[in-house]
């Protein structure tokens, strides 16, 4: 009897480790390749600012604000993503700005205001830190307010309506290995971290240095992304089915936005 009964505890004991086995490696809902659906993002309604005048160009809205000459030469600019900026007047409607890390062309912009002045399109080049795939992109922005008399055309408060952007720039991976999440974009940017809420590397980006996780639930994660120690931006990702709502928080900025993704 006794035997019979060691048996069955075996038994029961074999049956609870497979079950406990087959639990780990079910795949995590975030599992997968995700590609964002612009056209369901939900924009910041707060707008960019900046404008030129005498010569130079302002980024009111960039924290922190500064200032540097328009003059189609590289200016030092800190507290930004890059170190250095090139701002030029190309006609009455147009600038470009080109902005560099340490040397290095980071992105390269040209803005243009529509005839009736309502209306800017910004076309961008990106090139990440980590490939030699650039990203390109095309934003439409309205006017908002007022500008000021004797600036620019472009100048002016700018509040975004619709964003194209290229494969590179919308696609993002994510694998789960027992506590760890890994993320990884075809621009060179990745990440390995525990769902801990404790800083982790983050590898290839000019905007973030370091992200932690924590997991909320199942299906939702927050992330928080850094540079320098500073938080830049929290994002709140949730998954149901083959559909995931990131929710993001930019501390900078101040600006949040809604992206959906589709899993592909």
């Known amino acids: 009897m006794k035997r019979m009964q060691q048996l069955v505890i075996c038994a029961m004991l074999s049956m609870a480790g497979l079950w406990m086995t087959a639990q780990s490696l079910a795949q995590s809902p975030f599992d997968g390749t995700w590609h964002t659906n612009l056209a369901q993002t939900k924009f910041s309604p707060k707008p960019n600012v900046f404008y030129?005048?005498?010569?130079?160009?302002?980024?009111?809205?960039?924290?922190p604000a500064f200032d540097a000459q328009a003059d189609g030469e590289d200016h030092p600019v800190s507290g930004q993503t890059y170190d250095a900026i090139n701002v030029k007047v190309?006609?009455?409607?147009t600038i470009t700005v080109i902005t560099k890390k340490?040397?290095?062309?980071?992105?390269?912009?040209?803005?243009?205001?529509?005839a009736d002045g309502k209306t800017l399109t910004v076309k961008v080049t990106a090139h990440p830190m980590n490939s030699d795939q650039p990203i390109t992109a095309e934003t439409t922005a309205k006017r908002t307010g007022v500008p000021p008399a004797g600036v620019?055309?472009?100048?002016?408060?700018?509040q975004i309506q619709k964003v194209n952007e290229s494969e590179n720039g919308v696609t993002t991976t994510y694998k789960?290995?027992?506590?760890?999440?890994t993320m990884t974009e075809p621009t060179?940017?990745?990440?390995?971290?525990?769902?801990?809420?404790?800083?982790?590397?983050?590898k290839g980006s000019y905007s973030y240095d370091t992200v932690s996780l924590k997991k909320i639930d199942a299906h939702t994660i927050e992330e928080t992304c850094k540079r320098g120690g500073n938080v830049v931006e929290v994002s709140k990702?949730?998954?149901?089915g083959n559909r995931m709502t990131i929710v993001a928080d930019n501390k900078v900025t101040g600006r949040t936005q809604t992206y959906v993704a589709e899993k592909k």
């Open 90 to 93: 190309v006609d009455p409607n």
């Open 176 to 181: 789960t290995t027992g506590d760890e999440l």
């Open 52 to 63: 030129i005048s005498q010569g130079w160009y302002h980024c009111v809205s960039c924290n």
């Open 237 to 240: 990702m949730t998954v149901a």
């Open 152 to 158: 620019h055309a472009t100048s002016g408060e700018w």
């Open 102 to 114: 340490a040397g290095k062309v980071t992105a390269e912009q040209t803005r243009t205001v529509s």
């Open 188 to 202: 060179g940017a990745s990440y390995t971290a525990k769902l801990d809420g404790n800083d982790y590397p983050y």
